[in-house]
Nanobody, 118 residues
């Protein structure tokens, strides 16, 4: 079973940046597509960014910009989420999710809190 641990969350002022990390242990993330989700209080969980297993394709909730960038290093079993120009609307618990496409194999991390406030 793939185990995921997120880190890098915290309190940041509006306009600031954070880099979240998702580190995997177990079989390794090589075969897994990774998605970062977030969930704000009272709202549904939503996908923020995803990256395919080979890292050759990404997709983002936001279109037309590079405010949020997802990347992966399969050799280090790590996926990062670089977030820039953060606003209060980005405040949420951010979760890392891994799945093998076409199967029911998936894992969730426990989440890391991001709070954007002055």
């Amino acid at each position: 079973q793939l185990r995921l641990v997120e880190s890098g969350g915290g309190l940041v002022q509006p306009g600031g940046s954070l880099t979240l990390s998702c580190v995997a242990s177990g079989p390794g993330i090589r075969d897994y597509a990774i998605t970062w989700f977030r969930q704000a209080p009272g709202k549904e969980r939503e996908g923020v960014a995803c990256i395919r297993a080979r890292g050759d394709s990404t997709d983002y909730l936001e279109r037309g910009g590079e405010r949020i960038i997802i990347s992966r290093d399969n050799a280090k079993d790590t996926v990062t989420l670089q977030m820039n120009n953060l606003g209060p609307e980005d405040s949420a618990i951010y979760y890392c999710h891994a799945r093998i496409v076409g199967t029911s194999v998936s894992s969730w991390g426990q989440g890391t809190q991001v709070t954007v406030s002055s």
